[in-house]
Antibody, heavy 120, light 107 residues
Framework: EVQLLESGGGLVQPGGSLRLSCAASGFSFSSYAMTWVRQAPGKGLEWVST????????YYADSVKGRVTISRDNSKNTLYLQMNSLRAEDTAVYYCAKERGLERGALNYWGQGTLVTVSS | DIQMTQSPSSLSASVGDRVTITCRAS??????LAWYQQKPGKVPKLLIY???TLQSGVPSRFSGSGSGTDFTLTISSLQPEDVATYYC?????????FGQGTKVEIK
């Protein structure tokens, strides 16, 4: 059974940093692209970042580019999202999701999400 | 960047009605289009990928069609458990943009 378990969310002041983790199990982690999606309170889904499963390419939304770094440790089956210079508009539930393919694909499994609140 | 525009933003229909939601890409994305369902307070769920392929376990009343720039999600006979917000997403390349969502309610 595929499981994705996010952690690392919490309350942080504007300008602060957080590192989100996503522990994966039940599939060959290194063989799939992995993605972070966020959802601000009462708003729609926003794609944040993707790390491919093959050559290690990374992609970022313009809204987070330069402030966020996605990484993965295939030996630990874990995906990370390092978030710096956080802003109020980064407040959201952050979901980790598995793509269907090595390089790209629809998101066929999602974690339960971790809430990030940026506030003073 | 390619924009994804869904319509309508919300709809209200009766149980048993046929419901259609459209998603338009500002440029062609061949068939790299997925549809997700998000029930209130729940995690999004994949319904359809590659524009028209039904994800395993999804009821057959859901179907998808389209290619290039214009796509459609159809619920052939709306059920009470289909109350949710539906999102399209392009995944041919980054940014893997979502549509703004369509909220479906029962009349």
């Amino acid at each position: 059974e595929v499981q994705l378990l996010e952690s690392g969310g919490g309350l942080v002041q504007p300008g602060g940093s957080l590192r989100l983790s996503c522990a994966a199990s039940g599939f060959s982690f290194s063989s799939y692209a992995m993605t972070w999606v966020r959802q601000a309170p009462g708003k729609g889904l926003e794609w944040v970042s993707t790390f491919s499963g093959g050559g290690g390419s990374t992609y970022y939304a313009d809204s987070v580019k330069g402030r966020v770094t996605i990484s993965r440790d295939n030996s630990k089956n874990t995906l990370y999202l390092q978030m710096n210079s956080l802003r109020a508009e980064d407040t959201a539930v952050y979901y980790c999701a598995k793509e269907r393919g090595l390089e790209r694909g629809a998101l066929n499994y999602w974690g339960q999400g971790t809430l990030v609140t940026v506030s003073s | 960047d390619i924009q994804m525009t869904q319509s309508p933003s919300s709809l209200s229909a009766s149980v048993g009605d046929r419901v259609t939601i459209t998603c338009r890409a500002s440029q062609g994305i061949t068939n790299y289009l997925a549809w997700y369902q998000q029930k209130p307070g729940k995690v999004p769920k994949l319904l359809i990928y590659a524009a028209s392929t039904l994800q395993s376990g999804v009821p057959s009343r859901f179907s998808g069609s389209g290619s290039g720039t214009d796509f459609t999600l159809t619920i052939s006979s709306l059920q009470p458990e289909d109350v949710a917000t539906y999102y399209c997403q392009k995944y041919n390349s980054a940014p893997r943009t979502f549509g703004q969502g369509t909220k479906v309610e029962i009349k």
